[in-house]
């Protein structure tokens, strides 16, 4: 079978946990799908990267476009209007969207596999440009109603999917992420204290979250629910995610807190030093109020941070019993949670560090992958999963 591979809305370090979920997973697909082969599209800003990527496979052929992805309009243009033609001469049985966005305009002549995460657009449309929301609600409802099969990451977006573009349950295929063992390895403790010392230029205890500013990230409400909670402690709060539409909320929030100088904000980590941050965090604090899948809370649990987080969206689908829930609405709600995990004993603290341990053994990038691989398969056979 030949697969063709969407990659034009990839720009690396931008897009977040899709990102994530589309390297991750395509680092390990064209192994699980050795039989197979792989074209894999990509713009100018993202060609580099996975071609190193998936330099080991000889089953995956990269393709440069020339397309920028920073421009929405071209990128666009290319995929409604000269990606079914390239798909075509290529040959291929199946195209895998993975952005969001498959030809709507013009039809490809093979199946079509896209990966829609979320309703975020139609649910928290303040966190996109017009013109960015003009656009998502004209192309993910026609890809998901167009496409052979829809992949989502969680039974929530799955729920929310059929609820807002109508696509029949039956289309919808859950395909989950992973962490990488990078987060549960311990790295030597001397070194950890230092990337920690480097990164964050103290010793001090710290709250910790990884999340960009999009006003549904509520990353303001953390700032609130630390500096009630951690009022009197030497306590640090630590930010990992760069500026978004939220910013101007957080940063007022930042400018209440009576000692500003323990708010510390990290616009970008490498993957190793983001491990040595969870694992030293005293809680990974995630105040979302909508996730498509939640992987910050997967990847903290993986490194051993008991986890606060607001009981919504996919959330308690990743945290299960392993986390301390706040309401999304409950006033307070995210500063008790917060001082609930503080004030375990060290015994009460390693049982729920050994409870997420357990839980996210339930994730893995290679189920993720193989899982996708069905949906694939199913898409070229016509099938029902």
Not at 353 to 378: C, H, K, N, V, Y
Request: charged share 25%; hydrophobic share 45%; glycine share 8%.
């Amino acid at each position: 079978m030949k697969i063709g591979v969407d990659a034009l809305f990839l720009i690396p370090g931008e897009v977040g946990g899709s990102e994530t979920w589309f390297r991750k997973t395509m680092m390990r697909l064209p192994e699980i799908m050795e039989g197979d082969e792989f074209a894999v599209y990509a713009n100018e800003e993202c060609f580099s990267a996975l071609a190193a990527d998936l330099s080991a496979y000889d089953n995956v052929t990269m393709v440069r476009t020339h397309v920028s992805a920073r421009s929405r309009i071209r990128r666009y243009m290319f995929e409604q209007f000269e990606l079914p033609d390239a798909v075509r001469a290529k040959g291929a049985d199946v195209l895998f969207c993975p952005g969001n966005v498959c030809p709507v305009l013009r039809r490809c002549r093979c199946p079509v596999v896209s990966l829609v995460y979320d309703m975020q657009y139609a649910r928290h449309p303040e966190d996109f440009s017009a013109a960015g929301l003009a656009a998502m609600r004209f192309f993910t409802p026609r890809t998901a109603r167009r496409s052979a099969r829809v992949v989502t990451i969680s039974e929530f977006s799955r729920r929310e999917i059929a609820e807002c573009t109508g696509t029949p349950f039956d289309r919808i295929d859950v395909v989950r992420g992973g962490a990488d063992d990078i987060f549960s390895k311990k790295p030597d403790p001397e070194y950890a204290a230092e990337r920690r010392m480097v990164l964050l230029h103290t010793d001090a205890p710290y709250i910790l979250t990884v999340a960009n500013s999009y006003p549904h990230k509520r990353l303001e409400t953390a700032v609130e629910a630390f500096g009630s909670a951690c009022r009197g402690t030497d306590m640090r709060y630590v930010l990992v995610g760069k500026a978004r539409r939220g910013e101007r909320a957080l940063a007022e929030a930042v400018e209440k807190l009576p000692d500003k100088s323990r708010f510390i904000r990290l616009s970008h980590v490498t993957e190793s030093d983001l491990a040595v941050l969870y694992q030293g965090a005293s809680v990974f604090l995630f105040p979302s109020v909508y996730e498509g899948f939640g992987l910050p809370v997967l990847e903290a649990m993986c490194a051993g941070a008991p986890v606060a987080a607001v009981r919504a969206g996919s959330v308690p689908e990743v945290g299960g019993l392993a986390a301390a829930y706040a309401e999304p609405d409950a006033a307070g709600g995210l500063c008790e949670a917060l001082g609930r995990v503080l004030a375990l004993t060290p015994d009460a603290r390693e049982a729920m560090i050994s409870q997420g341990r357990s839980r996210m053994r339930m994730f893995s990038w290679d189920e993720t992958a193989r899982a996708l691989a069905g949906s694939i398969r199913a898409a070229a056979e016509g099938c029902v999963v």
